[in-house]
């Protein structure tokens, strides 16, 4: 995407006269959250780059969103592996014998299905 360059004056004359508050915009930003540093790959930070630019959006806000998508993810794993636990301590489990035997099972059905589908 081309964006016109602006010597610093004028971007802050321009600035000033929609009364963009920028001071004000910083001030904001610093109350909202902790900046945190990361070192990531090139080619990652180029892909975040173009990504930005497609959906007009900030790096920062790209970070944000994947790291809550993460942190919700992860917390969901953890809630899916106390309840497998749980499991196990209630004795809701399986013999390798009755899993062998659950697999052997989807195998055929599988291959039945499969097989029917090419008629």
Do not use: C
């Not at 173009?50 to 942190?71: T, Y």
């Not at 592996?81 to 301590?89: G, P, Q, R, V």
């Not at 989807?106 to 299905?113: E, H, Q, S, V, Y």
Request: net charge neutral.
């Amino acid at each position: 995407m081309l964006r016109p360059r602006f010597t610093q004056g004028l971007y802050w004359s321009i600035l000033n006269i929609i009364g963009f508050d920028f001071q004000g915009l910083v001030g904001h930003m610093s109350d909202e959250g902790r900046v945190v540093t990361a070192k990531l790959p090139p080619e990652l930070v180029t892909r975040m780059d173009e990504i930005a630019d497609r959906l007009d959006r900030s790096k920062s806000w790209i970070v944000r969103e994947a790291v809550s998508d993460w942190l919700a993810e992860e917390q969901r794993r953890y809630e899916l592996t106390l309840e497998a636990l749980e499991d196990i301590d209630a004795g809701r489990t399986f013999s390798h014998e009755e899993v062998r035997i659950m697999a052997e099972k989807l195998k055929r059905d599988t291959r039945k299905a499969k097989a029917r589908k090419a008629a």
